[in-house]
Nanobody, 116 residues
Framework: QVQVVESGGGLVQAGGSLRLSCVAS????????MGWFRQAPGKEREFVAT????????YYADSVKGRFTISRDNPKNTVYLQMNNLKPEDTAVYYC?????????WGQGTQVTVSS
């Protein structure tokens, strides 16, 4: 069982920045594919960004491309989501997912609220 814990959410004004962190347990974190998703009120959970085990490959949703950056620090078992130029439509609960041997492990989520 892999434990996933997000942190770093909060309230920020439009145009501001936040950095989310996600720590996943396990000795083989460097082999996990990690991703960020978000769910706004009344909407389905949607993909935000993903990063390969070596950090050599990243993908982003079109809505965040150029504003958000996903990165990872394998010795710290941590993945980050740097969010710049935040918009009110970025308001959501942000979830981290670890994909380990075809199994998905989710965190409890962290709230991001962007005021206009």
């Amino acid at each position: 069982q892999v434990q996933v814990v997000e942190s770093g959410g909060g309230l920020v004004q439009a145009g501001g920045s936040l950095r989310l962190s996600c720590v996943a347990s396990g000795r083989t974190f460097s082999s996990y594919v990690m991703g960020w998703f978000r769910q706004a009120p009344g909407k389905e959970r949607e993909f935000v960004a993903t990063i390969s085990w070596s950090a050599s490959i990243t993908y982003y949703a079109d809505s965040v491309k150029g504003r958000f950056t996903i990165s990872r620090d394998n010795p710290k078992n941590t993945v980050y989501l740097q969010m710049n130029n935040l918009k009110p439509e970025d308001t959501a609960v942000y979830y981290c997912k670890a994909r380990v041997n075809d199994n998905d492990y989710w965190g409890q989520g962290t709230q991001v609220t962007v005021s206009s």
